[in-house]
């Protein structure tokens, strides 16, 4: 998190005296705290706290936060072994307890020990027909229960051969929003998850630039506090230069976030960025 004291000149047509001078707060103009963030998907088991452990040793020596979303199973004990890294799940209910076989409440997220969940991402829209309604509920469900949700956002190749990527992640953003300022926004277009490609250096500005101004527009002057992280095939390779992008404040990483011998290195750039 940065901190900054911002002078407005109340009349700039005056020569700037000193009653001439209103001083911000720095809290109300703090910008979005830079993020890397690994989702582990449906990979990992006890042996794997070894990778955390490491990845929690790099964490304490960078200048940027560190999450891991581990499967459920992992929740508790990587809460014990991970002293630097936030840990987080990778989706929640919406209902806070019931019949709902198979399904973690946010509430039991918390009681694992996480600080944040994963909603929306592509896979859970794709494979469990998750539509930006239910990822609304979700995300509000999470802060009901003190957790940051990452909603999860992004174009499908299509939307993106058409032209159509910036209205279709809008839209999708903007069904999804809870009403809270205590959430981080992912932008992972679906084609760049797992494959290798990545959007254009240009595409990546334009799409978070978007986002931000939805945020402004949404959340007021908390719009700009928003971390929004990029995702989709980060590697050591392409992080610095998509980190040095104005609106990208960090990376939601999944492959590459298994091993801290791919991930620690997209920490040291995002650190350096
Ligand atoms: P990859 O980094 O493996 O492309 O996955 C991105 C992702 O889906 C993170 O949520």
Known sequence: MYFGLVIELVYPEKIPSFQAIKVIKSEEFSMPTKIAAGNWKMNGTQANILELQSISTA??????????????????????????????????????????????????????????????????????????????????????????????????????????????????????????????????????????????????????????ALLFRTHGKNGQKISILYGGSVKSSNATEIFSATNVDGALVGGASLKSTDFVPIMQALSKS
């Not at 020990?113 to 994963?118: E, K, L, P, R, W």
């Open 59 to 212: 964490a304490d020596q960078l200048d940027c936060e560190t999450i891991i979303c581990p499967p459920a199973t992992m929740l508790t004990m990587a809460t014990r072994f991970s002293k630097k890294v936030l840990i987080g799940g990778q989706d929640c209910h919406s209902e806070t307890a019931g019949a709902y076989t198979g399904d973690i409440s946010a509430q039991m997220l918390v009681d694992a020990g996480a600080s944040c969940v994963i909603v929306g991402h592509s896979e859970r829209r794709k494979h469990h027909d998750e539509n930006s309604e239910i990822v609304k509920a979700k995300a509000n469900a999470a802060v009901a229960a003190t957790l940051t949700p990452i909603i999860c956002v992004g174009e499908t190749l299509q939307q993106r051969k058409s032209g159509n990527a910036v209205a279709a992640v809008s839209s999708q953003l903007e069904e999804s929003l809870p009403k809270s300022s205590k959430i981080i926004v992912a932008y992972e277009p679906i084609w760049a998850i797992g494959t290798g490609a990545i959007p254009s250096f240009k595409e990546i500005c334009e799409m978070h630039d978007a986002i931000r």
